[in-house]
């Protein structure tokens, strides 16, 4: 195995006007990811977010025209081509499936959660989500029957406006193409070069370091392994599912997607507990690579303060190198707190 989990510490040092103007230090660690090699910043700030009440958001959200709302859903929103969807639209009891009309690729799709116009993230339990995504399986798969390019697939999720999204109404995203992300092409590629260097799978290997490790290790749901993210994409640290046995969303069954919803239910009651009611998701997957594993990243983020800052700024937006002001090893004890209970 060559699973490397790098790291240059350094220090920035400083007269400290809150230590009286004493010497004073300030860690930082630059962490490489044991996958694709991309560097993150990593602080050990104290933070903690203070409870948001997104009431006003909604109220406002609610003031204005919803097209996902089930009054107009059938009359303002578009519908597929037949020789792409034949129903035009992709309906799984209170979730619908559309298409989106700011594409991010060459098939996208949106899957609208629910009737409910607002839907608090206490609320978001499997069976709140399973519909949705179900529809989301149910688009990919016709997707790649009737286009042979299409290779790679990608569910994605903001939710509520600090994490982008410009519509309260729940909906996840759902991508098809033969082009992938920056992110989705960096695993594919690292992927496949670990495999061809070890002759083993980076992913198994990866979760039987991380195991053994037991500093980022959070839990196991059936065939989905949950662990802190060893360079954080976000202000605070996020959180990475591997579903073990799959390479493709497509081929999960039933009790593989419950599993993950399980566990993504278990990371949203973890973040409403300490104040985090936003955060970005995403499920990277391929149509057929036998190298590479489906995986998630769930990313907070932060209702802006006062003054209105984002909890994004240049670091992110222009060199694309993220950072985040805690090490995700000391808040993986309470994740797996709430995963175990």
């Not at 203070?50 to 107009?72: N, Q």
């Not at 859903?73 to 597929?80: A, G, H, I, Q, V």
């Not at 060199?319 to 808040?331: I, K, W, Y």
């Amino acid at each position: 195995m060559n699973i490397v989990f790098k790291k240059i510490n350094a220090a920035n040092r400083l007269i400290n006007p809150f230590k009286d103007f004493s010497l004073d230090e300030i860690p930082l660690e630059i962490r490489f990811d044991p996958l694709t090699g991309q560097t993150g910043r990593v602080f050990d700030l104290f933070f903690k977010p203070e409870r948001i009440d997104p009431s006003e958001t909604v109220k406002r959200s609610e003031e204005m025209f919803c097209p996902f709302c089930p009054d107009a859903l059938e009359k303002s929103t578009p519908m597929f081509p037949k020789e792409i969807i034949p129903e035009g639209r992709i309906k799984v009891g209170q979730a619908s499936l559309i298409p989106n009309l700011v594409p991010f690729d060459k098939y996208a799709g949106v899957s609208i959660l629910s009737h409910r116009h607002f839907v608090p993230i206490e609320d978001l339990i499997p069976e709140t989500m399973e519909e949705s995504f179900e529809a989301a399986q149910i688009f990919a798969k016709r997707i790649v029957e009737i286009d042979s390019d299409v290779n790679f697939i990608s569910i994605n999720w903001n939710y509520m406006p600090p994490a982008g999204s410009s519509i309260v109404h729940p909906h996840i995203q759902v991508n098809c193409g033969d082009l992938p992300t920056n992110e989705l092409r960096m695993q594919v590629e690292s992927s496949g070069k670990y495999f061809r260097e070890n002759g083993s799978s980076f992913w198994n290997d990866f979760i039987k370091v991380e195991k053994e490790n037991d500093e980022r290790y959070i839990g196991k749901i059936d065939s989905t392994f949950w662990m802190m993210s060893y360079v954080p994409q976000g202000f605070l640290p996020d959180i990475w599912c591997i579903f073990s046995e799959h390479c493709s969303i497509i081929d999960l069954d039933r009790n593989g997607l419950n599993s993950f919803l399980k566990g993504l239910s278990k990371v949203f009651n973890y973040f409403n507990r300490q104040n985090i009611l936003s955060f970005n998701m995403a499920v990277f997957s391929v149509k057929d690579e036998d190298h590479f594993r489906v995986n998630a990243k769930i990313c907070p983020r932060l209702y802006p303060r006062p003054i209105g800052n984002s909890d994004q700024a240049y670091l992110q937006a222009v060199h694309n190198e993220p950072f985040c002001v805690r090490p995700p090893e000391s808040l993986c004890k309470k994740v797996k707190e709430v995963f175990e209970a």
